[in-house]
């Protein structure tokens, strides 16, 4: 496996139900393809740190085993989580009895050095009169891969973002595209059109705008799995969600929020250069088809993919089909090099 530049084209929608990985194929595949369940072990964790001027920014690393002097770089692959929810509970969760939930787990036993961190005012992080927009986020992903970097040796790495750290990743993409490999959007937006979700959130603009806080309790953890469609996550995964992150406090930031409501789009397509693989649940109620074709249509990379995952809503890390990003993802940041012509 490795971490190379791959600059040349390769255009491709992947497609089954309306624009959509068929669920057939995928199901075909999962069992004995490279994304089916990993087989067990324990990956190695660490904790770092990242300093933005004043403020703190905590970092958490997974691979199978310990770093050790004058091995090969692994591929690294960055998770940049969203709006509600800090970085461990959205990718490393626990739901005791319901199987694997841990990204950071499954792709470190594919082979990745995979990282994560707390954005200013979430998880661990330092707590701030700051609201946390998409610009301050692209100034502490900025902080955190000088990190990244210095500890893997590696100068480019991939990048897969949620929600608003989709709009954090590709805002990152833009100013530096130095640092980005290949590029993983999930449920991200790009002018919100058509959105229900945000017409409904867009109703407290005002607040958003007179608050750097926001209320963020059980309900509203719960309410990520159900506001979409029913059925697409297990009920114990609020739960333990909400176990998780609610330790940190029952407010989250409104930078995002006000952004997603008030000042797309944020991320010019023209300027995100890496390959990209944009993602988004059927069911999604943020995240329209009309609106990411528009952005995909824009992306100057000819290697790009646009793919919709069945049976999944707004959260295609968490989802009970999740098995399908997995395997999309781990496709998509492992194809060979394509042959320039």
């Not at 719960?222 to 940190?248: C, H, M, N, Q, Y």
Request: aromatic share 8%.
């Amino acid at each position: 496996m490795t971490d190379i530049d791959r600059p040349i084209a390769r255009r491709s929608i992947v497609a089954g139900a309306g624009l959509a990985l068929g669920a057939s194929l995928a199901s075909e595949l999962l069992p004995t393809g490279a994304a089916a369940q990993p087989a067990a072990a324990a990956p190695w964790s660490g904790e770092y740190w990242a300093k933005k001027g004043d403020v703190s920014l905590y970092l958490y690393r997974k691979r199978v085993g310990q770093p050790a002097a004058g091995e090969p770089a692994r591929p690294v692959l960055f998770l940049v989580h969203g709006s509600s929810i800090s970085s461990r509970p959205t990718f490393d969760l626990t739901v005791p009895g319901r199987g694997e939930y841990s990204l950071m787990d499954v792709f470190a036993r594919h082979g990745f050095d995979v990282w994560t961190m707390d954005h200013e005012n979430y998880g661990r992080s330092s707590r701030t009169s700051g609201n946390s927009d998409i610009a301050s986020g692209v100034v502490d992903l900025e902080a955190a891969t000088e990190v990244v970097r210095r500890e893997t040796g590696r100068e480019r790495m991939h990048f897969c973002g949620e929600s608003s750290g989709a709009l954090r990743a590709g805002a990152f993409a833009m100013v530096r595209p130095e640092r980005v490999d290949r590029l993983v959007l999930l449920a991200f937006t790009y002018k919100g059109e058509g959105s229900p979700t945000l017409a409904k959130r867009a109703e407290a603009l005002a607040f958003y705008r007179s608050h750097n806080m926001r209320p963020r309790d059980r309900a509203m953890i719960r309410s990520i799995f159900t506001r979409d469609k029913a059925g697409t996550s297990e009920p114990e995964v609020g739960e333990a969600l909400a176990d998780a992150e609610l330790k940190f406090g029952e407010q989250a930031p409104t930078g995002t929020y006000l952004d997603m409501t008030a000042n797309l789009p944020v991320v010019d397509p023209a300027r995100v250069l890496a390959p990209v693989l944009l993602a988004r649940g059927e069911h999604d109620g943020i995240a329209t088809v009309d609106d990411l074709f528009e952005f995909y249509k824009r992306l100057p990379n000819g290697d790009r993919q646009f793919v919709i995952l069945p049976a999944l809503a707004h959260s295609l890390v968490l989802g009970t089909n999740r098995q399908l990003f997995w395997y999309v993802m781990q496709q998509f940041l492992t194809m060979p090099a394509p042959v320039a012509s």
